[in-house]
């Protein structure tokens, strides 16, 4: 199980990048798939997910209606959309997969990130002002 994110780098406030969560080794339509964020000094937060079942999707209060979820099934991997970026996005950005989600009916969460099993090495996004 291998998850690859790229995508990141660096924007001026107000412009737009995608993030790219490529998956090897098991097949994402099947689970749960989040991305995480953890700023300097900060904790890691959860920033939104698409459910494994029905592809609902979730967001945090602070990218709701500027961050868009979507999986390409064909490509195996998830984008994350992110418009109308500020500073305070500066973050590196993780993508993770929940296994247990495989065979479950729950929406997907992004409340605990140890519900979440393998974890991409991250990518930088860096938001000037």
């Known amino acids: 199980v291998q998850l690859v994110e790229s995508g990141g780098g660096l924007v001026q406030a107000g412009g737009s990048l995608k993030l790219s969560c490529a998956a090897s080794?098991?097949?994402?339509?099947?689970?749960?798939i989040a991305w995480f964020r953890q700023a300097p000094g900060k904790e890691r937060e959860g920033v939104t997910c698409?459910?494994?079942?029905?592809?609902?999707?979730y967001y945090g209060d602070s990218v709701k209606g500027r961050f868009t979820i979507s999986r390409d099934n064909a490509k195996n991997t998830v984008y994350l959309q992110m418009n109308s970026l500020k500073a305070e996005d500066t973050a590196v950005y993780y993508c993770?997969?929940?296994?247990?989600?495989?065979?479950?009916?729950?929406?997907?969460?992004?409340?605990?990130?140890?519900?979440?099993?393998?974890w991409g090495q991250g990518t930088q996004v860096t938001v000037s002002s």
């Open positions: 993770a997969v929940d296994l247990r989600s495989r065979y479950g009916s729950s929406p997907c969460a992004t409340d605990n990130l140890y519900d979440y099993d393998y």
């Open positions: 080794g098991f097949t994402l339509a099947y689970y749960s």
């Open positions: 698409i459910s494994s079942h029905d592809g609902n999707t």
